[in-house]
């Protein structure tokens, strides 16, 4: 499983022009799931999210998670995050497809909740437009292959 991790002012989701879901300051996280991931995975990715520290102290280091912060998390799965780019056209074949993947998207998801954030999300295999203001900027990449 792969995240990537921003801090916003704001983001949000639109389809076919119309906003379905947003936040104000908290993250955007744009989630990967691989074929062979598993609810392991989801569950030590929510936790590593929920526990990201990258808010900002009174002394301007990132020393703050997201609870503490008040944020917000808008989850948008990606399945792009996992492109094989060997060639100049790239490939999905490491993507989990849908019967994998939204399972442990939707336990990403309700794994945060269940750490008390309010979470938003895009809508799973749609076009999806996502806009955000980047606050510092700050993005991460989490890979579920770091677990120790």
């Known amino acids: 499983m792969r995240a990537v991790v921003t801090r916003v ?20 996280v744009l989630l990967g799931i691989k074929n062979s991931d598993t609810e392991k995975e989801a569950k030590w990715m929510a936790d590593r999210i929920c526990g990201l520290r990258i808010f900002e102290d009174n002394d301007g280091k990132m020393n703050i998670n997201p609870k503490d912060a008040n944020a917000k998390i808008l989850i948008v799965s990606q399945f792009t995050l996992y492109a094989d780019v060997s060639s100049r056209r790239p490939g999905f074949s490491d ?11 939707e336990m990403v998801v309700e794994e945060c909740r269940l750490r008390g954030f309010h979470v938003e999300t895009g809508e799973f295999g749609a ?22």
């Open 95 to 105: 993507a989990a497809g849908s019967k994998v993947a939204l399972p442990l998207y």
């Open 9 to 28: 002012k704001e983001a949000s989701v639109s389809i076919d022009d119309k906003v379905i879901s947003g936040i104000g300051n908290g993250l955007l």
């Open 127 to 148: 076009d999806m437009q996502i806009s955000s203001i980047n606050d510092g900027p700050v993005t991460i990449i989490i890979e579920s292959t770091d677990q120790k």
